[in-house]
């Protein structure tokens, strides 16, 4: 009741007198009825000739039935991870969060340049651009696009003794692509104040995101910017 058997240019592998796989005279192998299965956790799948460290692979890692997980590798490193409790993690999509300086002076465009921070804890970069650069540079505050898609940016600024009406806007490039304004204050006493903007937008590799302030009364950041001063973005999709 087992046996391999050639048939209509196929080979079919049979056991218990049921076919179990099947090779087609295309190439395509059919798996009848069952899993594939792996006798060995951390194993799975390789495309590609040869099955090299650098081809895409599908692995599977079991520890127990409520402590195991998938892992999508391209070109041998780790881009997608589902855990046993249906969370998804993809470890290389671009992020970023970063402290402007404090006590700039804010002029011209509005534009906050300096030198930015991400030595906080929670302040982070992850993501090179193809020439290998970061896609955060602290030195302009600049976040440079790696990869066409929607975004997610958010800026949040707190002004130092303000008196007037304050805006947060975000740049691409010279255009302004979003933009909160919060209308003059009664009295002219003069407050640290927030103003926040955030947009979900579309945008293509290498365009350039800036974050600017304008204010005409208290025209520098409070001295101190954690935890009020940041600009984050992420890759939604």
């Known amino acids: 009741n087992n046996y391999i058997a050639g048939t209509s240019g196929a080979l ?13 005279s295309g190439g395509n192998v059919r798996v009848s009825d069952e899993h594939l299965r792996f006798d060995t956790t951390g194993k ?6 040869d099955g090299g460290s650098n081809r895409p692979s599908i692995i599977g890692n079991y520890t127990s039935s409520s402590d195991n997980n998938m892992v999508f590798n391209v070109t041998g490193s780790e881009k997608l991870r589902i855990s046993s409790k249906g969370h998804i993690t993809a470890p290389s999509n671009p992020a970023f969060h970063a402290r402007p300086p404090a006590s700039y ?10 030198t930015w921070s991400t030595g906080d804890s929670e302040s982070f970069v ?8 970061s896609i955060w540079n602290n030195s302009t505050g600049i976040f440079t696009v790696p990869v066409t898609g929607i975004y997610y940016i958010h800026w949040s600024v707190f002004l130092n003794q303000n ?3 304050r805006d947060a806007y975000i740049y691409r490039g010279s255009d302004i692509i979003a933009r909160t ?3 003059d204050p009664e ?6 104040k927030s103003v926040s903007v955030s947009t979900v937008v579309s945008l293509s590799v ?6 600017a302030a304008l204010t005409t009364g208290g025209t520098t950041i409070y001295q101190t910017v954690r935890p009020w001063s940041y600009a984050c973005g992420y890759l939604v999709g």
């Open 126 to 133: 992850r993501g090179t651009l193809a020439n290998g650069n």
């Open 163 to 165: 008196t007037t009406r």
């Open 181 to 183: 304004e919060i209308g």
């Open 187 to 192: 009295g002219t006493t003069g407050n640290n």
């Open 12 to 24: 079919q592998f049979t056991t218990s007198g049921s076919e179990r796989l099947l090779i087609e």
């Open 105 to 114: 002076n804010i002029s011209g465009n509005g534009i906050i340049g300096g």
């Open 44 to 49: 799975g799948i390789i495309f590609g000739i």
């Open 206 to 211: 290498n365009d350039q995101i800036k974050f």
